[in-house]
C-alpha cells in the first residue's frame, strides 16, 4: 500500500504543500486505495491491484499543474506523518483520563456545596457510556489496521483558537444557563465535556512532538525516500 | 469491442454536468464515481481521476458540489461529495442546454433539417 502513497506524493513533488494540496493527496491516496481492495476483492493479487490503480490513474501531472509551485527556499509547512490509529486511540485515552479527572473533581466540589441531586447518576451513566463508545471505536479502528497512516499538517494554531474559542462559547453558555435555570447542575457536564475536547488538540501534538506517533517528515524529505524507492 | 472507445474530447464539456446527475441521488466519493461512469457507460468512456479532481476543485468554490471527510465501509477515510441547491439548479439548466444542443448539433452534422 505504500507505493500508492509514494506514488502520489512523488507525482505532488515541488508543489507548495498547503493544507489543500495534503488534503488533495490524502483524498487521491483514499481513493486509490478503495480501488485496490475492489480489485483484490474480484481476485487480483495485491501487486497486480496496486499496478492496475496507478496505471487506471493515469497521469496525474494536469491536475498537479493545478496546485501553487513551492518557492525556492521557502519554509515549507512543517508535516508529519502520523499512525492514525495509534494517535486517536492515544488521544482518546488521555481525554476519557482528563475528563474523568474533571469529572470527579466537579463532583466532588458540588457534594462539597451541596448541589448535587439525584440526577447526578443518570448523567454519571450518560457520561461513562458515550467515553466507553468512543473507546470502544478508536480501540477498534487501531486493532483493525494499527499500520495507516495519516499525512498532517503542523498547523495547530488554528485548531488551537477553534477549540479554544468553543470552549470559552460553551463556558459563556453555561453560566448564562445557570442564571435563567438559577440552577448549574446540568451545565457541568457539558462544560467537562467541552474541556476535555479542547484538550484533544494539544493532547494530539504534543503525543506527535513527542514522536511516538508519527514519523516527523519535512516534505523534502518526503520526496527523497520517492526518489529512494 | 467493434468500436474504439469515444473520444474523451466529446464529452469533456459535459463532466461537470455528469458529476452533478450522479450526485443527485446520492453523495458519493471520487473513485466511486468513476466506477458509476464506468458501468454506465459499459466501459466505453472512462473518466479519469485528475479530471475528475479537477473538476471537484472547480465546482466547490463555485457552491454547486460541497464536501465532507466520512468513514468507508472498510474503515478507511474518504471525502465524500454532495450536491447543493445552486448544483441542482445548474444541474437542470444544464441538462436542458444539452437538450436543445443535441438535436441542433444532429441537424448540422447531418445537413438535413427536419423542420419544414
Known amino acids: 500500500m505504500e507505493a500508492i502513497r509514494y506514488y502520489v506524493r512523488g507525482a505532488f513533488q515541488g508543489v507548495k504543500q498547503t493544507p489543500q494540496a495534503i488534503e488533495q493527496q490524502e483524498e487521491i491516496i483514499a481513493d486509490l486505495l478503495a480501488k485496490v481492495v475492489d480489485l483484490v476483492g474480484e481476485g487480483k493479487s495485491e501487486e497486480e491491484a496496486l499496478g492496475m490503480a496507478?496505471?487506471?490513474?493515469?497521469?496525474?501531472?494536469?491536475?498537479?499543474?493545478?496546485?501553487?509551485?513551492?518557492?525556492?527556499?521557502?519554509?515549507?509547512?512543517?508535516?508529519?506523518?502520523?499512525?492514525?490509529?495509534?494517535?486517536?486511540?492515544?488521544?482518546?485515552?488521555?481525554?476519557?483520563?482528563?475528563?474523568?479527572?474533571?469529572?470527579?473533581?466537579?463532583?466532588?466540589?458540588?457534594?462539597?456545596?451541596?448541589?448535587?441531586?439525584?440526577?447526578?447518576?443518570?448523567?454519571?451513566?450518560?457520561?461513562v457510556a458515550a467515553a466507553t463508545l468512543w473507546l470502544r471505536s478508536a480501540y477498534s479502528a487501531y486493532t483493525a489496521d494499527p499500520d495507516t497512516t495519516e499525512f498532517r499538517a503542523l498547523t495547530p494554531r488554528p485548531s488551537l483558537l477553534r477549540t479554544l474559542s468553543i470552549w470559552a462559547g460553551v463556558c459563556f453558555a453555561g453560566l448564562l444557563m445557570q442564571f435563567v435555570l438559577s440552577d448549574g447542575f446540568w451545565v457541568w457536564p457539558f462544560w467537562v465535556a467541552t474541556t476535555a475536547w479542547a484538550l484533544l488538540p494539544m493532547v494530539e501534538i504534543s503525543l506527535i512532538k513527542r514522536g511516538v506517533m508519527g514519523v516527523a517528515s519535512e516534505p523534502q524529505a518526503a520526496n527523497a525516500s520517492v526518489n529512494a524507492a | 469491442m467493434s468500436e474504439a472507445p469515444i473520444s474523451s474530447d466529446l464529452i469533456r464539456g459535459h463532466v461537470d454536468t455528469i458529476i452533478l446527475g450522479?450526485?443527485?441521488?446520492?453523495?458519493?466519493?471520487?473513485?466511486?464515481?468513476?466506477?458509476?461512469?464506468?458501468?454506465?457507460?459499459?466501459?466505453?468512456?472512462?473518466?479519469?481521476?485528475?479530471?475528475?479532481?479537477?473538476?471537484?476543485?472547480?465546482?466547490?468554490?463555485?457552491?454547486?458540489?460541497?464536501?465532507r471527510w466520512g468513514e468507508g465501509s472498510q474503515g478507511g477515510r474518504r471525502k465524500y461529495y454532495s450536491i447543493t441547491d445552486d448544483g441542482k439548479r445548474a444541474y437542470r439548466q444544464n441538462l436542458e442546454d444539452w437538450k436543445r444542443a443535441r438535436t441542433l448539433i444532429d441537424r448540422l452534422v447531418s445537413g438535413e433539417s427536419t423542420k419544414e
Open chain 1, 54 to 127: 496507478i496505471a487506471s490513474a493515469g497521469d496525474l501531472s494536469p491536475l498537479v499543474a493545478e496546485f501553487e509551485i513551492a518557492e525556492e527556499g521557502a519554509a515549507p509547512i512543517p508535516t508529519v506523518e502520523v499512525y492514525a490509529g495509534a494517535l486517536r486511540l492515544h488521544a482518546a485515552v488521555l481525554v476519557v483520563l482528563i475528563g474523568a479527572a474533571l469529572m470527579i473533581l466537579s463532583t466532588a466540589f458540588g457534594a462539597a456545596v451541596h448541589m448535587l441531586d439525584s440526577s447526578a447518576a443518570l448523567i454519571l451513566i450518560a457520561s
Open chain 2, 22 to 67: 450522479l450526485l443527485s441521488s446520492k453523495d458519493r466519493y471520487g473513485y466511486e464515481l468513476c466506477k458509476e461512469v464506468a458501468q454506465l457507460s459499459d466501459g466505453e468512456y472512462e473518466l479519469k481521476e485528475p479530471t475528475l479532481y479537477s473538476a471537484f476543485r472547480r465546482m466547490e468554490p463555485q457552491g454547486l458540489i460541497s464536501s
